[in-house]
């Protein structure tokens, strides 16, 4: 499912690392809306866990989701994956719908693991804090343009080593090919089902800055939205750009957008730019233009020079096998809870408070 010019089905694969035993981590899936899950289900079963059920409403999505997890019996009703013993949800299913699921997911005492955006109003964002707290179960979110990139952890690798000093300033590039219209669901061009381009792809970017600057929290200074080339599709914004200020002094800035062209040999150019006091690192994350193909490119410069290298197979994804183990052992190491829901708060934010822009017509 590893369709790179085509990011509504992009799945990354890794090498296989297991962090628990077979049979461990069975794991149930419901809801099958957006090509994402496949992305979902490769890193957790990488990381040891087994796909044991799927539900959807579509009986095609369900038999070809199969087809890349044999593993997975049709489950006739959500019910029965309740009823089962899988220990986590996972889901992509209409971003509206995600907030609610999780609560049910979460009563029936089940971690869940959705798809970004996790959810779309403060009011879903208030009823999941509630569940979490009172049933102790875990909400995970799939920041894929972080947590399944090599270059992003290998990034991350080079702050922890100290090779540009103290970062700066985090810059994020989020570009996205809309493909034929035809080719996405109805929910895609509804801003209500979505949640906006600030929040749905929004919520990836803030959540490098504030990981990549090493803050607690953040402020939204400024954000814009618009639709600037689909005037048939009201409900569509296009493009997006959003200016943060972290808890710790380091700024940060991003642009996402549905204008990738034809030409490009992947869904989006998406770039990261650390600025640091001492030098700077750059993640071409899906291409190297005109250069290379494979993505996972890291550029840095430092003091003592200039340095490249190719990520892709040297990092590995240990998000998920953190996240298996945290559910196991009911520890938050890694990925806080409450920086979760601090991230989709402040993208929710930037797109309610978004100035709206596009051509003068």
């Known amino acids: 499912m590893q369709k790179k010019k085509d990011g509504a089905m992009y799945a990354p694969k890794g090498r296989s690392k297991p962090v628990c035993a077979p049979g461990d981590f069975p794991v149930g899936v419901i809801g099958l809306d957006h090509g994402h899950i496949y992305g979902m289900c490769n890193g957790l079963t990488e990381a040891g866990a087994e796909i044991t059920l799927v539900y959807d409403s579509d009986p095609a999505k369900v038999a070809q989701f199969q087809q890349a997890f044999p593993s997975a019996k049709a489950a006739a009703s959500k019910d029965e994956v309740y009823a089962s013993n899988v220990k986590m949800i996972a889901s992509a299913s209409i971003p509206l719908d995600r907030g609610p699921l999780g609560v049910e997911a979460m009563r029936h005492g089940k971690d869940f693991f959705v798809d970004k955006p996790p959810l779309i109003t403060l009011e879903h964002l208030e009823q999941v804090r509630q569940t979490v707290r009172e049933t102790g179960q875990k909400f995970f ?76 929290d953040a402020r939204i200074v400024h954000s814009r939205a618009g639709n600037y080339n689909h005037p048939g599709r009201p409900g569509l914004e296009d493009f997006g750009d959003c200016m943060i200020e972290c808890d710790n002094g380091v700024t940060g800035y991003f642009r996402v957008d549905w204008f990738t062209p034809k030409g490009l040999g992947a869904w989006g150019d998406g770039r990261t730019i650390i600025e640091g006091t001492d030098g700077y690192i750059e993640i071409r994350k899906y291409i190297d233009i005109a250069n290379n193909a494979e993505g996972d490119q890291v550029y840095y410069v430092d003091h003592e020079g200039e340095h490249h290298c190719c990520a892709s197979g040297k990092c590995g994804f240990p998000f998920f096998g953190g996240m298996i183990r945290d559910c196991l052992d009911h520890t938050e190491l890694v990925m806080k809870q409450d920086y979760i829901f601090r991230v989709i708060e402040l993208a929710i934010q930037a797109e309610r408070e978004a100035e709206k822009v596009g051509f003068k017509r």
């Open 141 to 216: 979110c799939y920041f894929s343009e972080r947590l399944h990139v090599e270059g992003s952890v290998y990034a991350q690798q080079l702050l922890e080593q100290g090779k540009i000093g103290k970062v700066v300033q985090v810059m994020g590039w989020g570009p996205h090919r809309m493909g034929p219209e035809s080719s996405r669901p109805d929910w895609f061009f509804e801003k209500d089902v979505y949640g906006g381009i600030l929040t749905d792809i929004g919520c990836h970017q803030i959540e490098q800055i504030i990981f990549f600057s090493g803050a607690k």
